[in-house]
C-alpha cells in the first residue's frame, strides 16, 4: 500500500487545515488507516484512527477539534484539523494497517508539515 498525504502548511492559532491521505496498490487490505503526528524532540503519538467499519478514535488532545473521516471510493482518509494550537506544530504521518486493526501500521506516507503560529 502506497500513501501520499498532502494539504499541511503554515496557519495562524484558532485557524484550521483539512489533510488528505490517498491510497494506492493493496487497498483491498487496508482494514484500518491513522493520521500520525511527531514534534520536534518527541516520540510520534497516534492523533486518529479510523477502521474499515466506520469507529474512529482520538488522542485526548485533540477530542472535539479534529475529525477523522473517509472516502472508500476514493481510497482517501481526511484529517480536518480545527482550533489549531502551537502544540499541534509537528509532521503529519498517515498510515495504514493491513488485514486487521491493531494500531501497528504496515504502511506510512512521506509526512506533511503542520505550523501553527501564536
Known amino acids: 500500500v502506497q500513501l501520499v498525504e498532502s494539504g499541511g502548511g503554515l496557519v495562524q492559532a484558532g485557524g484550521s487545515l483539512r489533510l488528505s491521505c490517498a491510497a494506492s496498490?493493496?487497498?483491498?487490505?487496508?482494514?484500518?488507516m491513522g493520521w500520525y503526528r511527531q514534534a520536534p524532540g518527541k516520540q510520534r503519538e497516534l492523533v486518529a484512527h479510523i477502521t474499515k467499519a466506520g469507529s474512529t478514535n482520538y488522542a485526548d488532545s485533540v477530542k472535539g477539534r479534529f475529525t477523522i473521516s473517509r472516502d472508500t471510493a476514493k481510497n482517501t482518509v481526511y484529517l480536518q484539523m480545527n482550533s489549531l494550537k502551537p502544540e499541534d506544530t509537528a509532521i503529519y504521518y498517515c498510515?495504514?494497517?493491513?488485514?486487521?486493526?491493531?494500531?501497528?501500521?504496515?504502511?506510512w506516507g512521506q509526512g506533511t508539515q503542520v505550523t501553527v503560529s501564536s
Open positions: 498510515a495504514a494497517e493491513e488485514y486487521y486493526s491493531d494500531y501497528m501500521p504496515d504502511s
Open positions: 496498490g493493496r487497498t483491498f487490505s487496508i482494514a484500518a
